[in-house]
Structures are given as C-alpha cells and as structure tokens.
C-alpha cells in the first residue's frame, strides 16, 4: 500500500468536505426538531457526492486503474 493515492485527491477531499458539512447541517436540525433543515442538509451531503464525481469526470480523481488492487486482480488472472 505504500505509494497509495487512494482518496488524497481534489475530487475526493471536496466531495467529503461538502457531504461532512450536510451531515453537521442535518444533525443540528435533527436536534432542533427541525424537518426542512434535516432534509436541507441531506440535500448538500448528496450535493458533495454529486461535486466529487463531477471534479472527477473534470480530470481532479484518480486515475482509473492506479489503485494497487487492481494489479493484484490482474496478476491473479
């Protein structure tokens, strides 16, 4: 695993970022009692996934096929 890049790109740490933010959003609400802030917030942890793929598609993520498990899933076949 030395060497990984796995999740330590733009792409990856955006997306986290926005949906951890959803998250704080949707459980200060939730303790509230507030239902349209709860779903809010789901809404932006949802939105950080969406940003995450779509900084991935723009060339941000890693590359397909550079994470060590797929050598070994090559070398075994």
Known sequence: MAGSSHG???AAWTGVIIAF?????????????NPLGF???????VLGGVVG??????GLGQ?????PT???ASAES
């Open 8 to 10: 330590h790109t733009p």
């Open 39 to 45: 779903w809010a917030g789901m809404v932006v942890v």
């Open 21 to 33: 933010i959803g998250f704080c959003v949707s459980g200060a609400f939730m303790v509230m009692a």
């Open 53 to 58: 793929m779509a900084m991935r598609a723009a």
């Open 70 to 72: 797929h050598d070994v």
């Open 63 to 67: 590359p397909k096929g550079t994470h």
